[in-house]
């Protein structure tokens, strides 16, 4: 509870200041010379500005509230619990870490930190599934860490690691360098994979990790390191919408209620990153707070059902939830609906204006049309997850009994919700984005509307469905397109004693060898049938050349 107030009284205490210096413009820097022989140094630089403060704020925010609610969801007072807790806090300091930092040997620091802690994290309960999802955390977390050092060897030739100074001045191949770098911490294809083998992790960890911190940290960098020439690019730009739509496309053939709120995440990491390579960088900024806050709650109030549904997730064996706990579904619709763009919540502020701002840049027909689709995607598995878990019937255990009362995982995400609902209009007038003045045609401006409640329509029908559309591609869309298969051929090249398992299907086996002679079998089934019943097919010839002939 200590720590809780700690961190709670410092979000009130970041928030003041970041609205202080926003009014004023100021911005501080703090160096403390740590080593210097001749004309080299190096130094530990801080940077205080609103931007570094305000996403601090943002960050001790949900931290504290993570804290007191695994109080209730993870015990305290025992060793496991103090471990968790360690862990919690370093992951923040490191996070932190890297906000601060426009020094990129100080920012590998912090990435490092959050690399090395998140693998502690999501092997925390210590089963063979939580080892094999650390390892595919880690490993690919490290090859983020790869560009960076590539990165940060190259920027000796500038004579500083200060790179805020020199962002007019660097090779474009820096700037590639970072942000593919990037892209391995926020999970773009085709370092997607991940990204849901990470919900191994408790879920208070999983409400921190992916909504304020870990997968941020990447749009964060980007964020800092932004120059207008080298990021207007349309091959980084492909890539983050091909994200958003595979990880939407992924999220409506699910059934693990974590993993379909962790493809959510990617999908908006997509729309956070696709809205930088566009050139909107205070909007990716602005997405980035509003997204925070309604998908920590959403993590969280999951937590509470999986909580008391027995350690279930499969969203097949709950229902009608809603007669349970009131409460928590209440704040749970609030947060899905802020995440589909639903008017006047939080996250309608920032996607509404990414959406629109990208109608005015002058992009071409098909980053058009998959931006609302996405869109409309969004809003589909929203509905799908919401009629699984609240409208349909109850088909758990008959004789479990649960209901909840009032603790402090209820109080987290109260306070959650009033965020959720008012943050972004606060944020709004706040960075002062109002003043972007955007003029469309009717049919445009509501087109976004249109694609929110046509996804939420197609979600409604999509759960009548009983067999599902595309049936012989689900195992296509569950894999995350294969591409978690590829990467076991790495494990086996560098690590021997890694799991070779059956099911990791490619794409080579699904539209290659096995695909061939699946066709095969069935193009000689039909022949086989034409030989067999050889009178009537020797009448439809001769009726067809008849036919022809006249």
Not at 70 to 88: E, I, T
Not at 114 to 126: A, F, H, Q, R
Not at 233 to 261: G, H, P, Q, R, V
């Amino acid at each position: 509870m200590l720590i809780f107030y700690f961190l709670f009284f410092f979000f009130f205490f970041f928030f003041f200041f970041s609205l202080m210096f926003l009014i004023n413009d100021y911005c501080v820097f703090l160096e403390w010379n740590i080593y210097q022989i001749n004309s080299f140094m190096v130094s530990y630089l801080l940077m205080f500005d609103w931007i570094s403060m305000i996403f601090i704020s943002v960050v001790l925010l949900i931290s504290s509230l993570v804290i007191l609610y695994s109080s209730d969801y993870m015990g305290v007072y025992f060793y496991s619990s103090n471990r968790f807790l360690f862990l919690v806090i370093m992951f923040v300091l490191s996070m932190i870490l890297m906000i601060l930092s426009p020094n990129l040997l100080s920012i590998l620091l912090g990435w490092d930190g959050l690399g090395l802690v998140s693998y502690c994290l999501v092997i925390y309960y210590n089963s063979m599934s939580s080892y094999l999802a650390g390892l595919i955390t880690c490993l690919i977390n490290r090859l983020g860490d790869i560009g960076l050092l590539i990165s940060l060897c190259w920027l000796m030739s500038y004579g500083s690691w200060h790179f805020m100074f020199y962002l007019d001045m660097y090779n474009s191949s820096i700037f590639y360098l970072i942000i593919i770098s990037s892209f391995t911490k926020s999970a773009q294809i085709p370092f997607s994979s991940w990204l849901p083998a990470a919900m191994a992790a408790p879920t208070p960890v999983s409400s921190l990790v992916h909504s304020s911190t870990l997968v941020t940290a990447g749009v964060y960098l980007l964020i800092r390191f932004f120059n207008q020439f080298n990021f207007l690019n349309f091959f980084f730009l492909f890539i983050s919408l091909l994200t958003m739509l595979m990880s939407s496309f992924c999220a409506n053939y699910e059934f693990d209620l974590k993993k379909i709120i962790a493809l959510s995440t990617l999908s908006q990491l997509g729309l956070m990153m696709s809205s930088l390579f566009l050139g909107l960088v205070n909007l990716a900024f602005f997405h980035l707070f509003t997204h925070a806050i309604f998908k920590s709650l959403l993590f969280l109030c999951a937590g509470i059902m999986i909580f008391y549904m027995n350690d279930n997730q499969d969203i097949r064996m709950m229902g009608s939830l809603t007669s349970f706990m009131p409460f928590t579904c209440s704040c749970f619709n609030i947060s899905s609906m802020a995440l589909c763009g639903f008017p006047f919540l939080s996250g309608f502020y920032s996607k509404d204006l990414i959406v629109e701002s990208m109608n005015m840049n002058m992009t071409n027909f098909f980053v058009y049309l998959l931006f609302y689709v996405c869109l409309g995607l969004t809003s589909c598995y929203s509905i799908r997850l919401f009629y699984y878990s609240f409208i349909k019937g109850y088909v758990g255990c008959p004789i479990s009994l649960f209901s909840e009362g009032f603790n402090f995982m209820k109080f987290s995400i109260f306070i959650l919700t009033f965020f959720s609902v008012l943050l972004g209009c606060v944020f709004m007038w706040v960075m002062m984005i109002e003043f972007y003045f955007v003029m469309l045609p009717f049919y445009i401006k509501i087109m976004t509307l249109f694609f929110v409640i046509f996804g939420l329509f197609l979600g409604s029908e999509l759960t009548l469905m009983t067999n599902y559309f595309l049936n012989i591609n689900f195992y296509y869309f569950t894999n995350m397109w294969f591409m978690m298969s590829y990467f076991n051929y790495l494990y086996n090249i560098f690590y021997s004693f890694s799991y070779n398992y059956s099911f990791n299907l490619n794409w080579g086996e699904f539209y290659g060898s096995m695909g061939v002679s699946y066709y095969l079998s069935l193009f000689s089934f039909y022949l086989q049938n034409y030989m067999m019943s050889n009178m009537k097919m020797f009448f439809i010839s001769f009726l067809i050349w008849f036919l022809l002939f006249l």
